[in-house]
């Protein structure tokens, strides 16, 4: 159908044509459908609208142009209302407007700023919908608006595919069903603020562009404030390029931050977490441009240890303790070196020493198995030295004295042991049986057991008390790992 464009030249011609169209919304018979689609409503200046007005039926507005704002003033919809496809030129509000039924503005332009201050009691759809300039739902905590009540959605809430190509404000709402912001791109600032979700809100795939646009200070910036999530929230592979600021926001379910990626800064204040927190397992690709990145998984850590979840609390102390170190890296600049001659160089060594021997081997104490290869490392290590530069002899034998240690050509045998031979000689390859023999020193050493049968030679016995030191503290720390791991 063409649109049908009414074009008002003086106000007995724009006042005859409200009050025809009024007229067909009273006029309506049950069952009907209340078609305004492909409609043009332009200027009118007898100021008649749809002010104050109820549909009984399902009103169709699909296609339709609205050159006008402020059309449905204190307007009652008692059945569907479709916006579907529609164009708003100017500034539109909807103040006082009750939707008793389903409402969809799906794949609507908004070309001015547009305002919900209304009242939603069923499911409400903005799927595909482009908000070209600023868009606000509910009411901001401004002393003007104090009387004016919380806007209310009753049902569900769909904003999937949308696009708000200017600032977006969320606040003060309550939403009773659930809440989609699926693959929905954010141009501009986006605030959220005071809101209640009863039900599961899902941000998946949604994308907040960086802005290069200077006209304001918050134009890069995505605000969560006294946000309650009641439900289950996903986050799953959403990008922020813009600065993310959670402050005194409440997970008290399931929260997914899987994929999830933080191209800005990302700061988390008061923030509480009374269910879990599904966090990247690699934290550089989450927050890696956090404020305070500690902050998110300590948060996490509290979580899963409310809900028993010891193993994703393990995995969350240790991305904790790494975020930690790596910002304390971080902290350590070249002008801070020189500042502090003293100070400076010894946090440098500590913070290095933390991430070789913290991390990579302790894995703060949640990675087990990174203390046993280690250990295998050093045993082998030594073993390859001893075997390498000849460091070993029987300990009940004293050397003899036509030996020369180090010697590429000697023969010595052990009489208390059974009668093996080593030989070492031109053009011959060293006996591997030798070999066994320093693996066993090796472990022996390790574990500083003793038993005296081997001995080093003298050009040796410095790698075999460093041996057993490492061994000492290796195995301290496997005991304190995995009592940490099974105390918990």
Request: glycine share 6%; with cysteine; net charge negative.
């Amino acid at each position: 159908m063409a649109t049908t464009e009414v074009n008002i030249f003086d106000e007995a011609t724009a006042r005859r044509f409200w009050e025809e169209q009024r007229q067909r919304v009273a006029d309506a018979e049950p069952g009907e459908t209340i078609d305004f689609s492909d409609m043009e409503f332009s200027e009118d200046p007898a100021d008649q609208y749809f002010h104050e007005i109820e549909f009984s039926e399902v009103a169709d507005f699909t296609g339709s142009i609205f050159q006008i704002g402020n059309v449905f003033e204190k307007a009652i919809f008692h059945r569907d209302a479709i916006f579907n496809n529609a164009i708003f030129k100017a500034k539109s509000d909807f103040p006082n407007v009750t939707f008793e039924d389903k409402a969809s503005f799906d794949e609507t332009i908004f070309g001015e700023a547009v305002g919900f201050h209304s009242n939603f009691q069923d499911s409400v759809s903005f799927e595909g919908a482009i908000f070209q300039c600023y868009a606000l739902f509910g009411h901001p905590n401004d002393p003007y608006f104090k009387e004016i009540p919380r806007l209310k959605f009753e049902s569900s809430l769909s904003f999937e595919n949308a696009e708000f190509k200017d600032a977006a404000s969320f606040d003060n709402l309550d939403f009773s069903g659930n809440v989609s912001f699926k693959s929905t791109k954010f141009y501009y600032w986006t605030e959220f603020e005071g809101l209640v979700f009863n039900d599961q809100v899902s941000f998946e795939n949604a994308h907040f562009l960086r802005c290069t646009d200077s006209r304001d200070k918050r134009r890069n910036l995505v605000r969560l404030q006294e946000v309650n999530f009641s439900e289950k929230v996903s986050f799953l592979n959403c990008k922020f390029e813009c600065k993310v600021h959670f402050q005194k926001v409440v997970f008290d379910n399931i929260s997914e931050f899987k994929f999830t990626k933080f191209d800005d800064r990302v700061e988390f204040i008061d923030v509480k977490a009374n269910g879990r927190l599904l966090l990247e397992r690699n934290y550089s690709a989450s927050f890696a441009n956090c404020e305070d990145a500690t902050v998110p998984y300590r948060i996490a850590k509290q979580a899963a240890h409310q809900a028993g979840d010891s193993r994703m609390e393990g995995n969350y102390h240790f991305q904790e303790q790494y975020s930690a170190n790596k910002t304390e890296l971080k902290s350590i600049t070249w002008g801070h070196i020189k500042k502090h001659p003293w100070k400076g160089p010894w946090r440098l060594i500590v913070a290095c020493l933390e991430l070789v021997i913290g991390n990579g081997i302790y894995g703060y104490g949640e990675k087990t198995h990174r203390i046993l290869v280690a250990a295998m490392v050093v045993i082998l290590f030594c073993s390859g030295l001893f075997f390498v530069f000849e460091g070993i002899n029987y300990g009940s034998l004293p050397i003899d004295d036509t030996t020369t240690v180090g010697a590429k050509n000697y023969t010595f045998e052990a009489a208390k042991y059974p009668p093996i031979e080593y030989r070492l000689e031109d053009g011959v390859s060293r006996d591997w049986r030798y070999f066994g023999n320093c693996l066993y020193f090796s472990v022996v050493t390790f574990t500083t057991l003793g038993y005296g049968d081997f001995q080093p030679y003298p050009h040796m016995r410095v790698l075999s008390a460093i041996e057993a030191a490492l061994g000492a503290a290796l195995i301290a720390m496997f005991i304190v790992s995995l009592s940490r791991k099974y105390v918990r």
